[in-house]
């Protein structure tokens, strides 16, 4: 077993390599290693290198050492045409503690936020694929592509307990063009997590359970500019999960999300099934200002939700959306939702804040058709910003 590694593998540009985890097999490993140093031809051709065995990182966050603590275990940058793939797991071994309660002080200082490792994070790389590989119990986000493009992502199974916090399956940011597909995701946080600089993503045959489900944003944090177009997701199943799937955005932000699809997708034991949070704020009270009520927001305009059905334990839909830019041409073609075996006090009605747009098809319950229409066109209350997504 490889253990206490760190993978780097950078500088491979323009090269086609492949990273191949296959049966766990006993071997001994040292802490970084690159590619290259396993043989990585780069010849566009070759099947570079075979690691064997299963990959775990230390148990217990806390036997690293502060200072070479890693923001993740295995970091891929600057690749071009790379596969990683195989029967192989790579293993955290981190997440059995809640984030509020380090069971000891070496491991406190993992639990500042932001600090704990990634497991896999590909940068900056272009035309990468990860396939068949699974995933388990990162202390943090399980696969993360950052300033990234042409991303497939196929027959991954993530596997981390419901209640380890911030334990992202698989989390987007500046990527483009990216195809997920036929893989299996349970975590405590975001199933699949779209963030800002994103478009083209396509998701399809995806089981979410648990966890909080599909996921765009939180968009504009601390006023910032967020850009998000063109999501497609069908064929979703989330279960067990605290939303099935989520548009959030900070109060204060700029910039929009555009063109996102809804489509086929099926609920069990979800509290809330549809959600659109234009007041999103983490950390209640405790991040003070950052929650007070803004004029600006990023906007958001053309999202589809196409049959989606199954049960709900609190809400079936929450769309609260900004009263200075509401969110337009928001639409709904068959969406039923009944509530699955929870006490009735604690169900809520569906909530529909500022959200223009039709119902159309089979709707239950009715109310979830809250949305006003508008013919179109809502003039917002602030003047246009002066940036384009
Ligand atoms: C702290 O927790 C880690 C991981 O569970 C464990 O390896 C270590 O022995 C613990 N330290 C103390 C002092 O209990
Ligand atoms: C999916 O991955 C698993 C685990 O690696 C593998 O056994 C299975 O053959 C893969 N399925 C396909 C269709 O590739
Ligand atoms: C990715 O692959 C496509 C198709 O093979 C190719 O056209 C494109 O140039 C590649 N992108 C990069 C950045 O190499
Ligand atoms: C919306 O996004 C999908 C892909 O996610 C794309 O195929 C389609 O062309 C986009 N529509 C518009 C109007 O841009
Ligand atoms: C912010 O605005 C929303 C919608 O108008 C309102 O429901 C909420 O109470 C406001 N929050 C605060 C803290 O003023």
Not at 323 to 338: E, F, I, K, Q, Y
Request: glycine share 10%; net charge positive; charged share 15%.
């Amino acid at each position: 077993m490889r253990r206490g590694f760190s993978l780097v593998a950078a500088l491979l540009w323009p090269a086609l390599a492949a990273v191949t985890l296959a049966a766990a097999r006993p071997s001994s490993g040292g802490r970084t290693f690159s590619v290259v140093s396993f043989g990585a031809a780069a010849d566009g051709i070759t099947d570079d290198s075979e690691i064997d065995g299963d990959m775990l990182a230390p148990a217990g966050m806390g036997n690293w050492p502060k200072p070479r603590r890693p923001l993740q275990w295995l970091n891929f940058k600057w690749l071009n045409g790379f596969t990683i793939q195989g029967s192989g797991t790579v293993d955290g071994q981190s997440t059995s503690l809640p984030s509020d309660s380090p069971a000891n002080a070496s491991q406190l200082h993992w639990y500042v936020s932001g600090v704990k490792p990634t497991l896999i994070r590909l940068y900056g790389s272009f035309n990468v694929t990860v396939r068949n590989i699974r995933m388990s119990n990162s202390p943090q986000c399980h696969l993360k592509f950052d300033s990234s493009g042409g991303i497939k992502v196929k027959n991954v199974t993530i596997s981390s307990p419901g209640d380890s916090p911030n334990t992202d399956g698989i989390h987007l940011q500046n990527t483009r063009d990216v195809q997920i597909r036929s893989s299996s995701i349970g975590c405590g946080d975001d199933c699949i997590s779209i963030q800002t600089g994103c478009s083209n993503v396509h998701m399809k045959n995806i089981n979410c359970n648990p966890g909080h489900g599909i996921s765009v944003g939180g968009l504009g944090k601390d006023n910032s500019l967020a850009c998000v177009s063109d999501v497609y997701a069908e064929h979703i199943n989330v279960e067990n999960a605290l939303y099935g799937v989520r548009i959030k955005t900070w109060q204060g932000g700029m910039g929009s999300v555009r063109n996102v699809t809804f489509s086929n997708v099926r609920v069990a034991n979800v509290a809330t099934p549809i959600v659109i949070d234009q007041f999103y704020c983490d950390g209640g009270a405790a991040a003070g200002a950052r929650c007070r009520n803004r004029t600006d927001a990023v906007e958001i305009t053309g999202v589809s939700y196409r049959r989606v059905v199954g049960t709900y334990t609190y809400q079936p839909v929450h769309l609260a959306c900004s009263d200075a830019r509401p969110c337009t041409g928001v639409s709904m073609v068959d969406v039923r939702l009944s509530p699955a075996s929870a006490p009735p006090g604690a169900l809520r009605q569906p909530l529909c804040w500022k959200s223009y747009g039709e119902a159309l098809g089979m709707i239950e319950p009715t109310g979830i058709a809250c949305l006003q229409r508008n013919h179109g066109f809502v003039m917002p209350l602030t003047k246009p910003f002066n940036y384009t997504c």
